[in-house]
């Protein structure tokens, strides 16, 4: 899994389909001539205090090292609502599948796995 830090990525993001969930949103650009994932996340100083940002990227990444070899090739842009400074590790999950479902961005195999 590599981060989208290139201005062609974001520029690839703004053409990408956004999702809404109740503590995440997502915007997804699939491509199929990158050879995994590629993610990035948003979240404001109006999310919490840095420790508080820093543990919610902790979990989204963790979230999505746990399923990249499922995810569909693509840039991935996840951000975070101000609900979302305090939540776990399950919850955060549950909602990030719930938007990779949405998105079609999950192999059949990862569709098998919740």
């Given at each position: 899994m590599d981060s989208?830090?290139?201005r062609a990525d974001f520029a690839?993001?703004?053409?990408?389909?956004?999702?809404?969930?109740?503590?995440?949103?997502?915007?997804?650009?699939?491509?199929?001539?990158?050879s995994g994932p590629r993610v990035a996340f948003a979240l404001s100083r109006h999310r919490g205090t840095a420790v508080q940002r820093n543990r919610v990227r902790r979990r989204l990444r963790a979230v999505f090292c746990e399923?990249?070899?499922?995810l569909a090739p693509g840039r991935y842009l996840?951000?975070?609502?101000?609900?979302?400074?305090?939540?776990?590790y399950q919850r955060a999950r549950a909602e990030l599948m719930?938007?990779?479902?949405?998105?079609?961005?999950l192999s059949d195999r990862g569709n098998q796995r919740l």
């Open positions: 989208c830090r290139s690839a993001l703004r053409r990408g389909r956004r999702f809404d969930s109740e503590l995440l949103w997502m915007t997804f650009a699939a491509d199929r001539g990158l399923l990249a070899i499922d996840v951000g975070v609502r101000a609900a979302a400074s305090a939540v776990t719930r938007l990779l479902l949405a998105a079609e961005a």
